[in-house]
Structures are given as C-alpha cells and as structure tokens.
C-alpha cells in the first residue's frame, strides 16, 4: 500500500465524501422528515465514511512502521514526515491526524447514541455529542487535505489536493445550522467569508497560483449542484420505503447545498484582484466582502426564509475575510512542510 502512495490517498477521499453525502441527507431528511434513529441509511453513509478513513490510516501506520523497522525507506509522498507515536509506530503526520479524528468520531458516536438514549432524539445540531462528532470529521477531513499535500508534485496529487479542500470546506459549513440569527448582524454569511478565504487563501498559499483556487471553487459548486439534487430525492425516496410522510411544511429545498456559498469564484476574483500586492488580506477582505453581499441571496432566490444582506453584514464579511486570508496563508505555509522541496504549482 505505501508503495503506492495515490492508493491509501484516494481511499481517504472516498471516506471523506462518503461521510458529506451523508451528512447532507441526514440534514435533509431532519428538515422533510423529522427526528430518526441511529440506524438510517444516511448515518451508515456518516459512519462508514469515518470507519474508511480510519481504517485506511491504521493500515498506512502499520505498513510505514512494519517498513522503518526492516529498513526500507518511506517516501513521504504517503502522508508525509513521519512521526514517532508511544515509541513504537512510526506514523505519516497526514494518516495520523485522520485516523485520530476518525477514532474519536467513533467515540462521539458512541456518547452520541448513549446521549439520545437518556435525552430523546432531538433534532438539534448543537448538542455536544454532535459538536464533538462534527469536528472529529473535520480533523479526518484536514488529515486528508494533508495526505494529498504531502505528494504536491505527482500528477494525481493536484486534483486530490483539489478534491479534498472541496469537501472539508463544503462539510465545514454544517456550523451555520447552529448560529443563531441576531439582528445587528447576519452571522452565518460572515462566517461563510471566514471559512471560504480561509480555505481559498490556503491553496492558494500552498500552491503558489490561482488554477488550484479556481479548481477548489468549481468543485465546490459541482457538489453543491450534485447533493441539491440528490438529498432531497433520496430523502423522499427513503420515507416512502420506510412508509413515513413528509412534514406538511415542507418546501424540499436542498438544506446542505443552501450552506455552501454558490457564488465562492467571487472569492476567487477577489484574491486575483489583490494578485499583485501578493496580500491574502486584502484578497480576503475583497472576497469576503463579495460573498457576504451575495450569500444571502441564493436562498432568498430559491424562496426559502431570510433577508437582504445589511452594510453592516457586508463590512464584517470584507473583515472576517482578511482575518481568513491570513489565517489561510498561514496554513498554506504549514502544509508545505509536509513536502520535502519547494515545488511548482501544483495544478
């Protein structure tokens, strides 16, 4: 397996979009259906995702430490430096950060169900077992980022590093569902600007262009295209089977695609349009302030509840968004260390 280093990689990715389908259809089915139990289709979708993702990174410790122990060298195309865990494996820092944030998944799960058991089951997002479960994803997810970090230079790593950016960024925005709305500010579209350029000013950091950040936001829009026409289909699909009915208020709007921010290549330009000062800041601030005078609208758009976006909104979005451009290059600097020479950019 770490002779081929795409393989364990693209195993990772699978696990990571296994577990954002089913999050999107869980979220749906909560909005058309209502409160479920542990054991739905959508969840097997969730929990299998996490049980690929941590498998496949037990087995890559194991081969990387079974390797160093017969003194054959590990290319650190597979996940990257390796570190030493109790003294006794030898662990690529990208498999082991995944296969941490897959274990502890599985324990949030188990708290999770023993939590419905004493509490009911709710259908709120912000308790802290799911707390718990979604940022464990979120570390899963970061480990994959880094997995395919870890082998810029090889000609499937650009569309992996792509593809995994996409989907961490995409599941990230499950956090919208539990802030709650004020009236001075919008405080989820703000927080779609902190997220995005943060994720866009990280490619671009890491890669050192703008092809890889222009790739990270069409894929983004192709599953948030793609899960708005699978969640609400599957859902329906699925309580016909189980013979329950949709909610009689129900408007089947795609609940996980309306968190993702359709209008991200404005992200985009607002970083090309700083490309010269080389500045993620004002790139960031450009960008978020497109994205919160625009997020808004593509549920609005669609019919569903909410309101124009205000000055104010926008101001914190541009904020917000330099705040995200710095972090952004910062973590684009932290995963070139996962690559033992500069490289050219990667897509």
């Known amino acids: 397996m770490i002779d081929r280093p795409w393989v364990p990689a693209w195993i990772l990715l699978l696990g990571s979009a296994s577990t954002l389908v089913g999050l999107a259809w869980d979220l749906q089915w909560h909005s058309d259906v209502g409160p479920d139990t542990f054991y739905t ?3 097997l979708f969730i929990y299998a995702g ?48 995944s296969g941490v944030g897959s274990a502890l998944f599985l324990l949030y799960g188990l708290w999770d169900e023993w939590w419905h ?34 082998a810029a230079g090889q000609r499937w790593a650009g569309p992996a590093v792509v593809a995994s950016v996409a989907i961490l960024l995409g599941f990230s925005m499950v956090v919208l569902v539990a802030i709650p709305d004020t009236s001075v500010l919008d405080e989820r579209t703000v927080t779609v600007s902190l997220l995005s350029m943060a994720a866009l ?4 950091s890491f890669t050192g262009g703008l092809r890889a950040v222009l790739a990270a936001a069409v894929a983004l829009l192709v599953a ?38 359709a209008t991200l290549l404005l992200g985009v330009a607002g970083l090309a349009l700083a490309g010269r000062s080389r500045s993620s800041v004002l790139g960031g601030a450009l960008g978020g302030a497109a994205l919160a005078a625009t997020f808004p609208w593509q549920a609005l758009l669609l019919g ?44």
């Open 41 to 43: 289709l959508p969840h």
């Open 50 to 97: 996490a049980a690929v993702s941590g498998l496949v990174s037990l087995a890559v410790v194991l081969a990387a430490t079974g390797a160093t122990r017969s003194g054959r060298a590990v290319d650190t195309a597979v996940g990257g430096r390796r570190v030493a865990v109790l003294g006794v494996f030898q662990a690529p820092v990208g498999y082991l950060v």
């Open 117 to 150: 058991g004493l509490y009911g089951f709710d259908a709120v997002i912000a308790s802290p077992p799911h707390v718990g479960l979604l940022t464990s994803v979120m570390l899963a997810m970061l480990g994959s980022v880094m997995t395919c970090a870890a």
């Open 201 to 204: 000013a990280c490619v671009a």
């Open 224 to 261: 948030q295209v793609v899960l708005a026409l699978f969640s609400p289909w599957a859902t329906r699909l699925y309580a016909a089977s189980e013979g329950l009915p949709l909610r009689d208020y129900t408007n089947e709007l795609p609940r996980m695609s309306l968190l993702m921010p």
């Open 304 to 347: 569903a509840a909410g309101e124009s976006p205000s000055a104010a909104t926008i101001v914190a979005g541009a904020v917000l968004g330099a705040v995200g451009g710095l972090v952004g290059e910062r973590l684009g600097g932290a995963l070139r260390l996962l690559v033992p020479a500069r490289m050219p950019e990667v897509v």
